[in-house]
């Protein structure tokens, strides 16, 4: 059974940076694209960030040169460090996991970002 449990949301100043983490679980971490997307209140989820088996990346315009996302696939964790925040990056943050093979795609519960003064 596949699982994704994201961590280290929280509240954060603007201008402010937080690290979030994802851990995959009954898995083989190397076959999947990994990505972040978030979704604020009344609004669709969108996608933030994604990073493939082979390390290539993409980013939402909105996010370009503020934050990077990395895997580590002997620790089957995908991060998201995010710089200079701002209060338009309050959302939820989820996690997700595509398998290169068949394209089976799975979630993470998410975890919350609030950036606020």
Partial sequence: QIQLVESGGGLVQPGGSLR???EG???RF???LMGWYRQAPGKLRELV???TSGESTRYADSVKG???ISRNDAQARVSLQ???LK???TAIYYCKAVANRNGATYWGQGTQVTVSS
């Fill in 20 to 22: 979030l983490s994802c």
């Fill in 25 to 27: 679980s009954g898995m």
């Fill in 30 to 32: 190397s076959n999947f």
């Fill in 49 to 51: 960030a994604t990073i």
């Fill in 66 to 68: 503020r934050f990077v």
């Fill in 82 to 84: 995010m710089n200079s």
């Fill in 87 to 89: 209060p338009e990056d």
